[in-house]
């Protein structure tokens, strides 16, 4: 007996550690050039990487503000957390697109740990409890938003981290715990700013919900609120600056100021109607953007629709039957955090996969559940376990070709060259960072002036490959600095200037060489550095 649970043990973990190398190989896999090819970074990327370089080296934004608690970005604001962890990488080895990019890895590997122990609780250690990690590695909502650097999807990682460990808290008991899960959840609000509206109608309503259980009690809630409270108050008293309310103000290392502009008119009731049925093309289909879904394969593929459903209704009458006696039940906090974060989703303009991010937790939970359910009540009517290996030979099969197209099918349509126009409003080419590079080597601290044919770019890119002082940033201003981009109307022929030409100016650059300059082509994009 104890022999055949030691192999069972073997094949649990074997199992568990090939879902994680796969989990692993798919968002490390190419995360320097996908989504977007090599040739494009997103505008929210590399405005979030130029601050948080700015911040690691001088301790400011690009717009000199001293450690704040929201970024300016170009004026509606960007969310701190993304950037205060890549700053950290890039203080120790430097920048890079991966190494940005590396922090939404690294964020959902630790909530693919957490969910792994919340599956444990919650589930229990037999085969089905890996089936939550497995839908988190092949569920194209979850790899495509763990595979690039926009800010706001960290919500999702950060929303299993902090779950997970309520759970956990709920079950020990301890004050530890508590305090624990209630930093995470503190941490969680740096995310994304419908953190504001989600967590704080979630963990009123769960605590309420607790309490009536007689689950938890004062010393729990005081233990887990108070670090909530600590870590919100920088982020409550920046949204009152924000909103006007209190003047801009600096207090230690950090400064408080108001935005250009605000988003905060996104979420108004007026909004439902409109997303009441739009919006479920939206989560379960794709969006109005490229990179955060496909209608071939939906957000976490079709075939979990209907186990979804299932799984709702699984976990619906787990909870009626546990409000019936006054008992606790997972299943209940696991539905008010979908509640409200579907009803959020319903009141926020143009709802997009992105601004409702967090909702694919409960949705993979759901999911799990009717898995669960479907497939042991079909071994127990065939008398056969096969169920459960036919459902993951289908999710197997899917996530093969999914895999196929994000990785190599769809590459082609995801350059953004080739992209609508609204997404070619934010996707910026990076040939002209790496071609700054190139010349940044060799100008010997020579003024370097760009002659480029694009009619748009983005100056902090430029400055982000460039590595350039958010203090020469602000003071030479926007579109300045040595970087002069322009047509100059006499060329300086004595070697004082080092010039960057795009490659479809080459008679500029063979006039040049003509008097005498050199040539040297760049890594990407044909740009020719020229230079004596």
Not at 219 to 230: C, N, Q, T
């Amino acid at each position: 007996m104890a022999l055949k649970r030691l192999n069972q043990e073997k094949y649990y973990y074997f199992i568990f550690i090939f879902i994680t190398a796969i989990f692993l190989l798919t968002r490390l896999f190419r995360l320097n050039s996908i989504p977007f090819t090599v040739t494009g970074l997103h505008a929210d990327e590399f405005s979030a990487a130029y601050d948080a370089w700015c911040i690691q080296g001088w301790g400011v934004d690009r717009h000199l503000t001293r450690f704040p608690v929201y970024f300016m970005n170009t004026g509606p604001g960007q969310n701190s957390l993304y950037i205060y962890l890549a700053a950290i990488i890039f203080k120790f080895f430097g920048f890079s697109v991966f190494k940005f990019r590396l922090v939404a890895v690294i964020c959902a590997a630790i909530a693919y740990i957490c969910l792994f122990l919340l599956s444990g609780k919650i589930i229990g250690t037999d085969i089905y409890s890996l089936i939550p990690n497995a839908l988190m590695t092949v569920m194209p909502v979850f790899l495509m938003s763990e595979h690039w650097g926009l800010e706001s999807y960290l919500f999702l990682s950060f929303s299993i981290i902090s779950f997970s460990l309520l759970i956990i808290s709920i079950e020990k008991k301890k004050i530890t715990y508590f305090v624990i899960d209630g930093i995470a959840w503190g941490i969680t609000f740096y995310t994304y700013g419908m953190s504001y509206v989600v967590l704080p109608l979630f963990l009123i309503s769960c605590m309420i919900y607790l309490i009536y259980v007689k689950e938890i009690n004062i010393r729990m809630i005081l233990a887990m609120g108070i670090p909530i409270v600590l870590l919100g108050v920088p982020l409550a008293v920046e949204q009152l600056v924000i909103a006007g309310i209190a003047p801009p103000f600096s207090i230690g290392p950090m400064d408080f100021f108001p935005m250009d502009k605000s988003r905060a008119g996104e979420l108004s009731l007026s909004n439902i109607p409109s997303n009441l049925i739009s919006s479920f093309k939206t989560i379960f289909v794709e969006d109005y953007m490229f990179y955060n879904g496909d209608a071939r394969f939906g957000t976490i593929f079709y075939i979990s629709i209907p186990f979804m459903i299932i799984g709702m209704s699984v976990s619906l009458i787990n909870i009626i039957n546990s409000l019936k006696k006054r008992t606790y039940s997972f299943h209940m906090l696991i539905f008010l955090f979908y509640l409200i974060a579907r009803i959020v989703s319903l009141m926020t303009f143009m709802v997009n996969i992105n601004k409702a991010n967090e909702i694919y937790f409960p949705y993979l939970l759901f999911t799990t559940f009717g898995i669960i359910f479907t497939s042991q009540h079909l071994d127990k009517k065939l008398k056969l376990p096969i169920a459960l290996g036919t459902i993951c030979a289908v999710y197997a099969v899917t996530f093969c070709f999914f895999s196929y197209w994000i990785y190599s099918g769809g590459e082609n349509s995801w350059n953004h060259k080739t992209m609508p126009r609204y997404e070619e409003d934010i996707i910026y080419d990076t040939h002209i960072g790496y071609a700054v590079q190139d010349a940044q080597s060799i100008s010997s601290g020579r003024p370097i002036q760009i002659i480029i044919n694009a009619l748009e770019f983005r100056y902090d890119l430029i400055c982000l490959f460039a590595g350039t002082s958010p203090y020469d940033y602000v003071k030479e201003g926007y579109n300045e600095n040595n970087y002069d981009i322009s047509v100059p109307d006499e060329l300086d022929l004595s070697g004082d200037v080092v010039y960057l030409i795009d490659g479809e100016l080459h008679h500029i650059t063979d006039y040049l060489v003509s008097e005498g300059f050199t040539n040297h082509v760049a890594r990407y994009g044909g740009f020719s550095v020229v230079y004596k």
